[in-house]
Nanobody
Framework: QVQLVESGGGLVQPGGSLRLSCVTSGFKPGFTSANYAIGWFRQAPGKERERVSCTSSTIGNTYYADSVIGRFTISRDNAKNTVFLQMNNLEPEDSAIYYC??????????????WGQGTQVTVSS
């Protein structure tokens, strides 16, 4: 019932930018994505999944992995039930499949009960 759909990935050169979006749906009546923490994760080939960024429920606290601080920004458009990840100054090490997730809890970091299908980000010259 709960669904998350990522988009916005692609191929960019080092130093480039991408904006990922996570469109959510299927929450119970009276509830929206604004009520829950939404996290961004990524997984590169041969590596474990890692945390990237997270935004908590309506208060809007945000969290970032050390590796992306100052380069990535997470934000919400609550009217559209969408969470964005603005990625600037991308590096080859950022190449991965990016997923958004929620566990219908209020605080970061979600452990992940619901995941999107992922969107590929490739940073290469």
């Amino acid at each position: 019932q709960v669904q998350l759909v990522e988009s916005g990935g692609g191929l960019v050169q080092p130093g480039g930018s991408l904006r990922l979006s996570c469109v959510t749906s299927g929450f119970k009546p009276g509830f929206t994505s604004a009520n829950y923490a939404i996290g961004w994760f990524r997984q590169a080939p041969g590596k474990e999944r890692e945390r990237v960024s997270c935004t908590s429920s309506t208060i809007g606290n945000t969290y970032y992995a050390d590796s992306v601080i100052g380069r990535f920004t997470i934000s919400r458009d609550n009217a559209k039930n969408t969470v964005f990840l603005q990625m600037n100054n991308l590096e080859p090490e950022d190449s991965a499949i990016y997923y958004c997730a929620t566990d219908l809890y209020y605080y970061c970091w979600p452990t992940g009960d619901y995941w999107g299908q992922g969107t590929q980000v490739t940073v290469s010259s």
